[in-house]
């Protein structure tokens, strides 16, 4: 069984560039839900996705978007880079079946840094 | 509002302590609470969680304990070693199928040998 794998590790962009990042879920999970982590802080929800749709959004703006393929693999996007953009992008996945979906599993992240 | 208040923010203990981590919820509608551990440079990984029906989980050396009443809960490192040193964090979810993890702010462990 593989675990929750994410590309790339590390990206060093320009304040208004736009930036793609990947994730691929665990074997047998069909929900990714994407997370950013400040430094020094918890991870703070952005978006979940399944079965290819949005399935709820934290307090990110529009700029931030996503997207969910037919094996469950995910992307995340972020258009006009801000400094505060920089960070650790987390991507979890979580299974399906009762109770399944509560247990969600990080990947080890992708370190953004916006110059 | 911060809605998962942890505490403390650092903790040093000598190897074989026991580190306690607290954490308080507001929304009583959350009715998952994991626990997560992270190192340096990794994504955070999953330690231990309970439901609100029980007020005590163990597997292995950590222990999670749960006061429903109070809104708190807690997590216990028996016999620490210095390989636990890390940063824990709490985080609580709500039922449902968008249920997301609404973390604390971490707990920074760092176990003496």
């Known amino acids: 069984e593989t675990g929750v794998t994410q590309s790339p590790t590390h990206l060093i962009k320009t304040r208004g560039q736009q930036v793609t990042l990947r994730c691929s879920s665990q074997s047998g999970h069909n929900t990714v839900s994407w997370y950013q982590q400040a430094l020094g802080q918890g991870p703070q929800f952005i978006f979940q996705?399944?079965?290819?749709?949005?399935?709820g959004r934290g307090n990110f703006p529009p700029r931030f978007s996503g997207l969910q393929f037919p094996n469950y693999s995910s992307e995340l996007n972020v258009n006009a880079l801000e400094l505060d953009d920089s960070a650790l992008y987390l991507c979890?996945?979580?299974?399906?079946?009762?109770?399944?979906?509560?247990?969600?599993?990080f990947g080890p992240g992708t370190r953004l840094t916006v110059t | 509002q911060q809605q998962v208040k942890q505490s403390p923010q650092s903790l040093i203990v000598q190897k074989g302590g026991i580190p306690i981590i607290n954490c308080a919820y507001e929304?009583?509608?959350?009715?998952?609470f994991p626990w997560y551990q992270q190192f340096p440079g990794k994504g955070p990984a999953l330690l231990i969680a309970?439901?609100?029906?029980?007020s005590e989980k163990k597997e292995g050396r950590f222990t999670i304990s749960f006061n429903k009443s109070a809104k708190q809960f807690s997590l216990h490192i028996m016999d620490s070693q210095p390989g636990d040193s890390a940063t824990y964090f709490c985080a609580a979810q709500r039922g449902g199928s968008q249920g997301n993890l609404i973390f604390g702010k971490g707990t920074k462990l760092s176990v003496k040998p």
């Open positions: 996705y399944y079965r290819e749709e949005e399935n």
């Open positions: 309970i439901r609100p029906d029980v």
């Open positions: 929304n009583t509608a959350f009715d998952y």
């Open positions: 979890a996945s979580s299974g399906q079946g009762a109770g399944k979906f509560y247990e969600q599993y």
